[in-house]
């Protein structure tokens, strides 16, 4: 039999990266003559990428963004996120004793993030959290990303996992959609980035504290 293997996106699930996204959304924003805009205005986007986060920062202001523009303050806004990706991202409360926990029953660890790979590498890298994860796979790892389904098995196949013994966790409808999709279950957490809340999605649990994690998971997958 397989054992078990437990597939957590990033920003939102394993760590609190609002800050920093923010801080970096609003320096690329100002420096191009529009106005910073609020944490909670932005907040919900984090979950479809910083290209959206621009966007939406810029149509909240009433003005439009071409694609060529929108390249350019991308570019601008990872130069500035890479060099200030851990300032204020932590890792949300509870987490650490949850991976700790997983790791020593033997647990195949892995992420699934739409984050380009290298940012969440470097992320995991700078808050000292690699070791626990066997594979870290970002938007650009594959040819296709979140909420495409293989994207989800592509990380588990590289974990040398198997679907039919894998949990996904997330905090937005792309999670959601992803592990729905891939005919896997998935503990939803209410603490991350979402337009939509994850109880009013059918997740198989759903968790507001990491406390919670271990007994959800044992529910949807007994060891």
Not at 31 to 53: E, H, L, W
Not at 94 to 105: E, N
């Amino acid at each position: 039999m397989s054992r078990q293997t437990v597939v957590f996106d990033l920003d939102g699930t394993l760590i609190d990266t609002a800050p920093d996204l923010i801080l970096a959304t609003n320096h690329v924003l100002e420096n191009a003559g529009y106005q910073p805009v609020s944490p909670d205005f932005i907040r919900p986007y984090i979950s479809y990428g910083t290209r959206v986060m621009i966007t939406e920062g810029v149509k909240h202001q009433g003005r439009e963004i071409s694609s060529a523009h929108l390249d350019e303050l991308f570019s601008e806004l990872i130069t500035f996120y890479s060099a200030n990706i851990s300032v204020a991202s932590r890792p949300f409360p509870g987490l650490i004793d949850v991976l700790d926990t997983l790791r020593a029953r033997g647990t195949t660890i892995a992420i699934c993030t739409n984050k380009l790979e290298a940012m969440a590498r470097l992320l995991m890298e700078q808050l000292k959290l690699t070791s626990y994860f066997t594979v870290i796979t970002g938007r650009d790892t594959f040819p296709i990303c979140k909420p495409d389904p293989e994207h989800l098995f592509g990380a588990i196949r590289l974990a040398d996992g198997a679907p039919r013994h894998s949990v996904m966790v997330g905090d937005s409808t792309t999670d959601h959609a992803t592990a729905k999709a891939a005919g896997i279950p998935i503990i939803g957490v209410t603490f991350g980035y979402t337009d939509i809340p994850m109880t009013e999605l059918e997740c198989d649990a759903t968790i507001s504290h990491y406390d919670d994690f271990l007994p959800a998971l044992d529910q949807i997958m007994p060891t």
